[in-house]
């Protein structure tokens, strides 16, 4: 993995922020976050393996691994997670919660598909038929994604613009952990953990996401026992995008009523 930090610098006493992008993006997408929260966050920015600048790194797309991994260089921090990389930060607040201070789950079900109980998800078919036009027209499936991901926004296109601007800046993902990612949104479900999820959690859903539907994100917060949901009217799947301030304040917010850290004496 590769980790950038910007923003305040690390000590001078300004909570700190994990980001962690979503499948066949890398740390790049969230600069509208990095401007806005820069100044009040010390913000670490993941590039998954596979990914941006860590896109000859082959270490498995295993969101419980990356975790431990993470919360070892990254401790003491809120982690915010957009869609797949939701997965992760999942798997730091419910397995590391001494180490992580809350969740920022952004457009990141517990479960991506649907199910006879969870009717808040696509369909199977839609991550399976990525991975086969992956092997058929790999540029032209990811725009093709990327339009699904602006698709629905107020701004949707301005959204594209700045995705298709930004998605290829570090070099295309590595097809082997496309494939991966897209096992993971198949297969992924943690619902019957979230009850014992221990760190306050905030679920930012936008309510024209055309990949998460709008009533994934308050009903994970229902599971978990410090969960609430804020719902963006006019945002799609991507909402640090079209609606930043909206989505930079709901953090602060969030992150200002987290209790404070343990003093060691």
């Known amino acids: 993995m590769y980790i950038e930090t910007a923003g305040a610098p690390a000590g001078s006493g300004r909570p700190a922020l994990a980001l962690i992008h979503g499948w066949a993006m890398h740390a790049g997408l969230f600069a509208p976050l990095v401007e806005r929260l820069g100044e009040a966050f010390t913000l670490h920015l993941v590039d998954l393996p596979g990914h941006g600048y860590a896109r000859e790194d082959a270490t498995p797309l295993d969101p419980k691994a990356l975790a431990a991994d993470l919360v070892q ?44 109980d969870w009717p808040h998800g696509v369909q199977p078919s839609l991550f399976r038929n990525f991975g086969e036009a992956l092997g058929r027209d790999f540029r032209g499936t990811l725009e093709g994604f990327l339009a699904l991901e602006a698709l629905g926004s107020a701004k949707a296109q301005e959204e594209l613009r700045h995705l298709r601007q930004l998605a290829f800046e570090r070099g295309d993902p590595a097809p082997r952990a496309l494939q991966e990612g897209l096992v993971l949104l198949d297969e992924f479900d943690v619902r019957a953990e979230l009850p014992r999820l ?8 936008g309510r024209r996401d055309r990949l998460v539907p709008a009533g994934a994100m308050p009903a994970a917060a229902a599971l978990a026992p410090r969960g609430r949901s804020e719902v963006i009217a006019s945002a799609g799947h991507a909402p640090f995008l079209g609606a930043t301030d909206e989505v930079a304040a709901a953090i602060e917010a969030f992150v200002a009523q987290a209790p404070a850290p343990a003093v060691a004496v």
């Open 73 to 116: 260089r990254i401790p003491d921090a809120h982690w915010l997670g957009w869609s797949l990389g939701g997965q992760v930060a999942l798997r730091a607040g419910l397995d590391h919660p001494e180490r992580v201070r809350g969740l920022i789950l952004i457009a990141s079900s517990p479960r991506f598909v649907v199910g006879d």
């Open 198 to 205: 221990r760190v306050p959690s905030l679920w930012i859903s």
